[in-house]
Structures are given as structure tokens and as C-alpha cells.
């Protein structure tokens, strides 16, 4: 496996991965994960015999990102790196892609001091909140979206 940045070329099949993994993620079209990759502080992928089986896309602070989630860990974090979406490949899961994915991310920000995401409780997402907290992630605060989904926001401290 080989995890590297996320190149425009990437976003036809990342926009695939991204919505077969709805509702764990919002869907996306082409000019929307773009915008994405654009604003973002950190965007990675996934290699598996040379196709990307997945992807991340993190933002930092005082990015223009409108997200209820974003906007909810910025109200109450300074320093941090916020992972929007992960999603990887049916025909790939449960092989330690997204564990290598969140361990490129956290070596990319040594020195921030928080990564924070947040987990579907409705529709509840089992999987994700026992990866998460497999990890080192705690919940520190739920929210009830205005999308219709109640999330558990995450927050792993790096210090």
C-alpha cells in the first residue's frame, strides 16, 4: 500500500469511493470534491497495486469550509486538523487502509495539537465508532444536524 497526496487526476474515482460510502459521508459531485481538495490542508489517497482503493480530505483552521461539523469544532478548538471524509473501497475494507490513512495524517501535523472528526450515531455507524475508538478518539460533544443526522464529535489529542 502506498499513501500519497491527492492529485486532480484522483478526484473521478475519489468522488466514487466518496458515495458508495454515503450515508457515512455526504455525497459529492466532481466540482464539489474539488472545491474540496482545493480548500483543503491535507488531502491523501490510498494505493493498492497501483489503484486508489481510498482518501482523506482534512482541513485546518480558518479554512472557508461552510460544514455544520467544521464550524462546530471551530467554535471551540484554536489548533487543529479537522479529517471531513475518509472512505475506502468495499473490496478493501478491514485491511488496515483507513488506520494507515489517519497514521499518514498524524504524521503530516506533528505539532497540531488536536485531530478531530465526528461518526454517525443516526444512521448509527458501529464500524466507524469502534475504529475510532480503537484509535485514541473520545467523544466531546454530539450534534444534531441540519441534514437530519445526529454525529459524535471525535477528538484525539496529539500532544
Known amino acids: 500500500m502506498n499513501i500519497r497526496p491527492l492529485h486532480l487526476d484522483d478526484l473521478p474515482t475519489v468522488?466514487?469511493?466518496n458515495n458508495a460510502a454515503v450515508p457515512a459521508v455526504s455525497?459529492?459531485?466532481l466540482a464539489?470534491?474539488?472545491?474540496?481538495?482545493e480548500q483543503s490542508h491535507l488531502s491523501l489517497v490510498a494505493e493498492q497495486d497501483g489503484d486508489v482503493v481510498g482518501f482523506c480530505i482534512n482541513f485546518?483552521?480558518?479554512?472557508?469550509?461552510?460544514?455544520?461539523n467544521y464550524v462546530w469544532f471551530c467554535e471551540r478548538y484554536d489548533e487543529f486538523v479537522y479529517l471531513d471524509r475518509i472512505a475506502v473501497a468495499e473490496s478493501a475494507r478491514n485491511l488496515g487502509i483507513g488506520a494507515a490513512l489517519y497514521a499518514a495524517v498524524e504524521q503530516?501535523?506533528?505539532g497540531t495539537p488536536w485531530l478531530l472528526?465526528?461518526?454517525n450515531l443516526r444512521?448509527?455507524?458501529?464500524?466507524?465508532?469502534?475504529?475510532h475508538d480503537r484509535i485514541g478518539f473520545v467523544e466531546v460533544g454530539q450534534q444534531e444536524t441540519n441534514y437530519g443526522i445526529l454525529v459524535s464529535m471525535l477528538a484525539k489529542d496529539l500532544r
Not at 464539489?32 to 481538495?37: E, N, S, T
Not at 444512521?123 to 475504529?131: A, E, I, K, W
Open 15 to 17: 468522488v466514487q469511493l
Open 27 to 29: 455525497e459529492a459531485d
Open 32 to 37: 464539489r470534491m474539488q472545491m474540496l481538495v
Open 60 to 68: 485546518g483552521p480558518g479554512a472557508d469550509y461552510g460544514s455544520v
Open 108 to 110: 503530516h501535523i506533528v
Open 117 to 119: 472528526c465526528e461518526v
Open 123 to 131: 444512521p448509527r455507524n458501529d464500524g466507524s465508532l469502534r475504529f
